[in-house]
Antibody, heavy 118, light 109 residues
Framework: QLQLQESGPGLVKPSETLSLSCTVSGGSISGSSYYWAWIRQPPGKGLEWIGSIYYTGKAFYRPSLKSRVTISVDTSKNQFSLNLNSVTAADTAVYYC??????????WGQGTLVTVSS | QSALTQPRSVSGPPGQSVTISCAGTSSDVGAYNYVSWYQQHPGKAPKLMIFDVSKRPSGVPDRFSGSKSGNTASLSISGLQADDESDYYCCSHAGTYVLFGEGTKLTVL
């Protein structure tokens, strides 16, 4: 059974960089047609797709976040990561990592709350 | 890239049927047969209920069905049960990115 687990700081200061990692177990991040995605959900609000990456490093980003986001992959560790810079309170959310194909997200991590506050 | 438009809330008594709409554009819902639906209970990760417009993953009851007409997709739930009470989100491929709907709260009366 594929499992994804997010990890990283739960508190980030405004203007700094939010960095999260997602460790994939029960399957390889390499090969197949799957993309590895980051999705977030501000408290009490809806889901927002941030971006996704193929194991080769080819990445796609939400246009409105593209200037601040970098998603990377480390196949040797079976991990992928999210960097979001210049954060503000509006970036406070539960961040999910997930496996995606054709826009369908079949497997989700449990999510991790990141709060942006000084 | 605005969110797909869903009704804020829908409701129905146990045993009845409800339909949740998801309105997009010719660049997302209307362009691809890659519409999916997710159920999310409070404090939990979303669960995939429908993919590729109308396909059900293993384990999802056939009370859940999906369809699409033009730029609007729909999720229908028949034989409502108490456990169906949840938030539901649609999602569509949009070329180089993915769009979620605003979310709909389903209340089982």
């Amino acid at each position: 059974q594929l499992q994804l687990q997010e990890s990283g700081p739960g508190l980030v200061k405004p203007s700094e960089t939010l960095s999260l990692s997602c460790t994939v177990s029960g399957g390889s991040i390499s090969g197949s047609s799957y993309y590895w995605a980051w999705i977030r959900q501000p408290p009490g609000k809806g889901l927002e797709w941030i971006g996704s990456i193929y194991y080769t490093g080819k990445a796609f980003y939400r246009p409105s976040l593209k200037s601040r986001v970098t998603i990377s992959v480390d196949t040797s560790k079976n991990q992928f990561s999210l960097n979001l810079n210049s954060v503000t309170a509006a970036d406070t959310a539960v961040y999910y990592c997930a496996r995606e194909i054709g826009g369908t997200t079949e497997y989700w991590g449990q999510g991790t709350l990141v709060t942006v506050s000084s | 890239q605005s969110a797909l438009t869903q009704p804020r809330s829908v409701s129905g008594p146990p045993g009845q049927s409800v339909t949740i709409s998801c309105a997009g554009t010719s660049s997302d819902v209307g362009a691809y047969n890659y519409v999916s639906w997710y159920q999310q209970h409070p404090g939990k990760a979303p669960k995939l209920m429908i993919f590729d417009v109308s396909k059900r993953p293993s384990g999802v009851p056939d009370r859940f069905s999906g369809s699409k007409s033009g730029n609007t997709a729909s999720l229908s739930i028949s034989g409502l049960q108490a456990d169906d009470e949840s938030d539901y989100y649609c999602c569509s491929h949009a070329g180089t990115y993915v769009l979620f709907g605003e979310g709909t709260k389903l209340t089982v009366l």
